[in-house]
Each structure stands twice: as structure tokens, then as C-alpha cells.
């Protein structure tokens, strides 16, 4: 798997790359598998937590819980961590960030049911990456970093879709402040981001989307009668993160010449 030329400039130009159907409905299936039991646990547990080397991030919602984010995801399902290392994954997030090896941060799953009001405000990734001094360095120069967002649904109108800013990956950071999206949502955005540059997602299950660590984007609530769930997956140039985060094994290395020879 690798990029062209004209998708590594849309990478670090536009700020994001969608590749449809990279990932097949049985591979789908066997990741809904893995989101289902992610479900279940979470119903037990109730509260954020630790356990089994995932980081649960939820609040209770009457009888059922809801899932802000689960952390390390991979830490108790292990066939998460193998779409972590997949080629179709590993391969492009190397090619962009130009380097042999990756250090994975994150294996993370993210629920959106229906109704449950779980938003994402927009942001640039490097809010979460950069936690202040001596937790990130970019080494190489062009960000240092590369999400990948797998959608384990189709990603819809309706259902919460991704949201991107055309042209954020050349911003650098910025401050987004505080703001209200659904009452004024244009209060405390930098100037920099206008309307007209706002592209909404949509796919089928199977799709990836790439996206750099200073692309704006944001993704709002549920407002179908189906779940949108979305597996994502971290890379970062060797050596730029020195923050530690939470899940048994997370922020381990990858290398290309591991997974060509399997
Ligand atoms: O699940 C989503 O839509 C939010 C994804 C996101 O904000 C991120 O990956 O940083």
C-alpha cells in the first residue's frame, strides 16, 4: 500500500486523505466484534477506569452508560491492536511521516449512539498531542504525527460525521478557545477558519480517513436512530512524544520491514 505524489500533497495541503473501503466487510465484521464486547464492558463498568489494559472513559447516562472514549482500545482486544499494525494502516502513516519505524500512540475507540450527545468541538490534534513542555518535539519538521480514523459504520449526515478545514494542516497551532457550536459556534474560532473551507465526511464502513496533527476538524452529536462508531489509530515520528499514555503496551514501536515479512 502505498500513497501517490499527489496524496502525500493533499496530506500536508488540505490536511486529510480518504481512502474508501480500504478495509472489507468481514475484516468490518470481526471490528464491530471487537467494538460490541468494548460495549458490553463498558455497560459493566459504569465509571472511567483502568481494566484490562484499556482506559475506559465513560459517565453514567440513567441505566446505560455513555462512552466518551476508550483508551488503548487494543489493550483488551487484541485484534484491535493487529488493524493497528496492518499495512493498509502502518504503510501510508510511514510513508508520511518518512520514517522506517512509528511509535503507535493510540488505539482508540470512540461510540457515538444514538441521542447520547457525545461531540467532539473542533480542534487540532496536536491540542492532545503537545501537553506542554517536554512532552512533544516535532522531529521531523512537517508535524510529526498521523491519524488515521477507520469508519467501523457508514459515516453519514445525520450520524455525527468527521468535519474537516480545507487548508488547517498549514495553520501550525492554533488556539480554538471556548465556544458553543450549536448557539454561536463561530465565537473563539480563529480567524483563519472560514465557512467555505468546511468539508463534511461521508462513507461507507471500511473507509479510512488520514489526517495530520494540525488539521482542524470536529465531529457533532447523533442524530439518527444507528450507531456511528469510528476506530482510530495514532503514529508518531520516533522519539517526538515523551508524554505516557494510559493502556498496557500503548506507545509502542512499529517498524515496515515487521509486517512486509509477514
Ligand atoms: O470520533 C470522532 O468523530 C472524533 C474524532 C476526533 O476528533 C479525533 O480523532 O481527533
Redesign the pocket.
Known amino acids: 500500500m502505498k500513497l501517490s505524489q499527489q496524496q502525500i500533497d493533499e496530506f500536508y495541503d488540505v490536511g486529510w486523505i480518504t481512502i474508501p473501503d480500504l478495509f472489507c466487510p468481514e475484516e468490518i465484521k470481526v471490528i464491530r466484534g471487537c467494538f460490541d464486547d468494548l460495549l458490553f464492558r463498558a455497560r459493566r463498568l459504569r465509571t472511567t477506569q483502568t481494566t484490562d489494559g484499556s482506559y475506559f472513559v465513560l459517565a453514567e447516562d440513567g441505566d446505560d452508560v455513555i462512552i466518551k472514549r476508550i483508551v488503548w482500545a487494543g489493550g483488551c482486544q487484541p485484534e484491535l491492536l493487529k488493524i493497528g499494525e496492518d499495512p493498509r494502516l502502518l504503510g501510508p502513516a510511514l510513508q508520511l511521516l518518512g520514517s522506517d519505524s512509528t511509535d503507535h500512540l493510540l488505539s482508540q475507540a ?1 461510540f457515538k449512539k444514538p441521542g447520547d450527545g457525545v461531540s ?1 468541538d473542533w480542534h487540532q ?1 496536536i491540542s492532545h498531542r503537545d501537553r506542554g513542555p517536554e512532552t512533544w518535539e516535532d522531529i521531523n519538521g512537517r508535524g510529526s504525527y498521523v ?1 488515521t ?1 477507520l469508519c467501523v459504520d457508514d459515516m453519514t449526515i445525520e450520524n ?1 460525521p ?1 468535519m474537516f478545514v480545507k487548508g488547517s494542516a498549514k495553520w501550525g497551532r492554533v488556539d480554538f478557545g471556548q465556544h458553543d457550536y450549536d448557539k454561536d459556534y463561530e465565537s473563539g474560532l480563529p480567524d483563519c477558519f472560514e465557512d467555505k473551507n468546511i468539508v463534511t465526511i461521508t462513507g461507507r464502513a471500511g473507509t479510512v480517513l488520514f489526517f495530520g496533527p494540525y488539521t482542524a ?1 470536529a ?1 457533532f452529536q447523533n442524530s439518527s436512530k444507528s450507531l456511528r462508531r ?1 476506530f ?1 489509530n495514532g503514529y508518531a515520528y520516533p522519539g517526538a512524544n515523551h508524554f505516557e499514555y494510559p493502556g498496557e503496551g500503548s506507545g509502542r514501536a512499529l517498524r515496515r520491514v515487521q509486517f512486509e515479512s509477514e
Open positions: 470512540h467532539f490534534d491519524q480514523a455525527g468527521l476538524h465531529s469510528v482510530i
